[in-house]
């Protein structure tokens, strides 16, 4: 059995098509499309243009699925529309145009799905798990028992870089000002200090996971101080910073810094001694929990009626 899961985020529009064999799966296609929410919001809402922009990206991705003979299509969005005002608007607008139906998830809901994802790829009883994206930043702490605390903050690396940032690289100043609102937010939602090893997903992550093997040339877990001076080079070399972003991650070289601010920030409070990165997320733990309460019918109905899936 062939599933496409479409992940409506800030950041991108990503596509992964898993082949589903009873409990085991494997990504056979995958493809990410730049969603830009934070450019195309106004106030708080999506504008037209951007509505357009996420239409023709999702019936993109629907495409590719079809293309593919997926048996089923699902498609979900985490904070992309949950601090936008017209969320309802966008997922009819989209529901209209192209038949699918997208599911908003909760903070809560992200965080399980992030934690059975993490209890996939690792063996870590206990700690602190994040998934940062463009518009916010999951955090929650867990043990062998599941999540025990969880939250979603309008943190992401994009909104960040929107609100913090006035270059193409944060400042020191703009960094630490990133850095102390983090804190704060961590500070008034409850957060304690764990003192464990910070799991992290994400694409901001992943990104920060490939400069630092680039640039140290070392594998394994990142060490709070080498985030800090990852971070400092940065801030104090803009321009040979950039160049490096380009390079290595050109989608994302205006969003990299804020990201690693906010990790350093996460890492900082909670006093992890380092980061390890996974290349798992949410998609995974969405579709384990699908497994086990599949639906009747596909998503894409209209593709279903016409026999084209």
Not at 185 to 191: D, I, K, P, T, Y
């Amino acid at each position: 059995m062939r599933i496409g899961i479409i992940d409506f985020g800030t950041n991108t529009i990503r596509l992964d098509i898993f082949e589903v064999d009873g409990k085991n799966y494997s990504i056979i296609f995958d493809n990410a499309i730049f969603s830009h929410i934070v450019e195309n919001t106004i106030g708080s809402s999506l504008s037209q243009d951007g509505i357009e922009y996420v239409i023709q990206a999702i019936e993109e991705q629907q495409a590719a699925c079809r293309h593919y003979r997926c048996d089923r299509i699902e498609c979900f969005s985490t904070a992309s529309l949950r601090y936008i005002d017209n969320a309802a608007d966008v997922i009819d607008q989209v529901a209209f145009r192209s038949g699918i139906n997208i599911k908003m998830i909760s903070g809560d809901e992200e965080a399980l799905y992030d934690y059975r994802a993490l209890k996939s790829v690792s063996s870590c009883e206990s700690g602190v798990g994040c998934d940062l994206g463009g518009g916010s930043l999951q955090v929650f702490t867990f043990d062998r028992n599941g999540p025990i605390k969880s939250k979603s903050f309008p943190l992401g690396s994009s909104r960040m870089a929107k609100e913090y940032v006035s270059g193409a690289i944060p400042t020191m100043k703009e960094a630490e000002a990133i850095n102390q609102r983090v804190k704060n937010e961590l500070f008034s939602a409850g957060f304690v200090p764990s003192k464990e090893k910070l799991l992290a997903m994400g694409g901001t992550a992943k990104a920060i996971k490939r400069l630092y093997m680039l640039t140290v040339k070392k594998e394994g877990a990142i060490s709070a101080d080498e985030l800090s001076a990852m971070l400092e080079v940065i801030c104090r070399h803009p321009d040979e910073a950039l160049d490096l972003f380009s390079d290595v991650e050109p989608k994302r070289a205006h969003t990299l810094a804020p990201g690693l601010a906010v990790l350093l920030s996460l890492v900082e409070y909670m006093q992890c001694p380092e980061m390890e990165v996974y290349p798992v997320g949410v998609r995974e733990g969405f579709l384990e929990a699908l497994l086990e309460s599949p639906s009747e019918q596909p998503q894409d109905l209209l593709g279903y009626i016409l026999g084209l899936i």
